[in-house]
């Protein structure tokens, strides 16, 4: 590895100065494709990650709300919304298995049964 950067070394002293300043404006352009291509797929990565998120609160919303289109998942989200931001807190100490399986609400810190 060393005797390989030895010898860059030593080629890029024989080349001219215009040489070597265009093979580095070429690498810092391969470079910067690279970057571009990297941002492009990270970007396409949370894309996607959004998308399901997305997708699987709107299936939970429409299994527990039996919701049918666009129309009424809003106007049950919208009725709900001052609901949940004073309770918020309170609702996600639920223990949803739990509370599945006793078919009542169980939170975590309390483990006794209340309602909201």
């Known amino acids: 590895m060393y005797n390989r950067h030895r010898e860059r070394f030593f080629e890029l002293a024989k080349k001219t100065e215009e040489e070597r300043l265009r093979e580095l404006d070429e690498q810092i352009e391969k470079i ?33 709300f039996d919701i049918v289109g666009e ?32 078919d009542k609400i169980i939170y975590k810190t309390n483990k006794k049964e209340q309602t909201i």
């Open 32 to 64: 910067k494709a690279r970057k571009q291509q990297l941002e492009s797929q990270m970007r396409e990565k949370e894309r996607k990650a959004r998308t399901k998120r997305l997708i699987e609160v709107g299936a939970i919303f429409e299994k527990y």
């Open 71 to 102: 129309d009424q998942a809003e106007q049950i989200a919208y009725g709900m919304k001052e609901l949940v931001e004073k309770h918020k807190e309170k609702l996600l100490d639920i223990d949803v298995e739990k509370s599945k399986e006793a």
